[in-house]
C-alpha cells in the first residue's frame, strides 16, 4: 500500500485511462478526487475506488474553466485536508488535414490538451508547496515526440505537455514536488475507436484495416491496455521513482523508436 493516506486528483477520470489509473491507484492505497465533467462516469469510478476500500470523492469540474479548477482544489482540500498528486489526464482527439484545421478545432483540443494541464497543476501548487511535497503526473502522448500528417493541433497538445513538464520540473523541485509525464501509443479505449473512425477516413479506408495496419508497426506486436499505463503512472507516483522528475516516459511498445 504505497500510496496509503495519500490523496490524488485525476481529471477526466470517468473513463478510459483516466478510470483505470483511479483504481490503480486506490488499490495501493490512494484516496481518490475524481475530478470530471460527465456526472454518471464519474460516480460509476467513484463507486469502484470505495469498492477497493478507498474514499473517493466526485467533483463535477470542467478542466477549461479555472472557476472549475479552484473549486476542484478547495473541495479536495476541505474533504480530504492535503493533495498529495495530481494526475492530469483529461484530453480530447480530433483529426484533420492540415489545411481544414479551423481556429475552433484548434483552440478545443489546446484548451483542453494543453492549457488545462497547466492551469490545473497551478491549481494545485500552492498546497503542494505549503505541504513540501507533491507529485504531478500528466498524460502526454508518443505524438508529442513526433509528427503527423492528420493530426498537428493533437500533436502540438501533447508537445506543450511534455515542455511545460520540465519546466515545471525545473521550477519546483526545491519545493520537495516531482513533475513527470507518460506518453502511451495506441491505447484500446474510447478515445482510440474515435482515432481510428476519424484516420481512416482521412486515408479512406476502413477502421478495421487502420486498426491493423498501425498494430503491424508496434514493435511488441499488440495493442496498449489502460494498465499498461496504468502501471507506470503508479510507478511515477510512488516512493520508487523519487529520484525522477521532468521525464516524459514513453509507454508505446516501441513505437517512438521508429516514429
Not at 24 to 29: A, D, F, P, Q, W
Not at 151 to 166: E, F, Q, W
Not at 176 to 199: H, K, L, Y
Request: net charge neutral.
Amino acid at each position: 500500500m504505497e500510496l496509503e493516506g495519500q490523496v490524488t486528483i485525476i481529471t477526466g477520470a470517468g473513463r478510459g485511462i483516466g478510470r483505470a489509473t483511479a483504481l490503480e491507484l486506490g488499490r495501493i492505497g490512494a484516496d481518490i478526487v475524481v475530478a470530471e465533467v460527465d456526472r454518471a462516469n464519474a460516480e460509476r469510478t467513484a463507486s469502484e475506488v470505495r469498492g477497493l476500500g478507498r474514499r473517493a470523492l466526485v467533483v463535477p469540474t470542467d478542466v477549461t474553466s479555472r472557476k472549475d479548477l479552484e473549486a476542484m482544489v478547495e473541495r479536495t482540500r476541505a474533504e480530504f485536508g492535503r493533495i498529495d498528486i495530481l494526475v492530469n489526464n483529461a484530453g480530447i482527439y480530433r483529426a484533420a488535414a492540415t489545411l481544414n484545421v479551423t481556429e475552433e478545432h484548434w483552440d478545443a483540443i489546446m484548451n483542453i490538451n494543453a492549457k488545462a494541464v497547466f492551469f490545473a497543476t497551478q491549481a494545485v501548487l500552492p498546497t503542494m508547496i505549503a505541504q513540501k511535497r507533491g507529485v504531478i503526473v500528466s498524460l502526454a502522448s508518443m505524438a508529442g515526440k513526433i509528427g503527423s500528417r492528420t493530426n498537428l493541433p493533437y500533436n502540438a497538445s501533447k508537445a506543450a505537455v511534455i515542455s511545460m513538464t520540465k519546466s515545471l520540473a525545473m521550477a519546483h523541485a526545491a519545493d520537495g514536488i516531482r513533475v513527470n509525464c507518460v506518453c502511451p501509443g495506441f491505447v484500446g479505449t474510447d478515445m482510440w475507436a474515435s482515432v481510428a473512425r476519424e484516420q481512416s477516413a482521412l486515408l479512406k479506408q476502413s477502421p478495421e484495416e487502420f486498426l491493423r495496419q498501425q498494430v503491424r508497426r508496434i514493435p511488441l506486436g499488440r495493442m496498449e491496455g489502460p494498465e499498461d499505463v496504468t502501471n507506470v503512472i503508479g510507478f511515477l507516483v510512488s516512493p520508487r521513482s523519487e529520484y525522477m522528475t521532468g521525464q516524459a516516459l514513453s509507454v508505446d511498445g516501441g513505437l517512438v523508436m521508429h516514429g
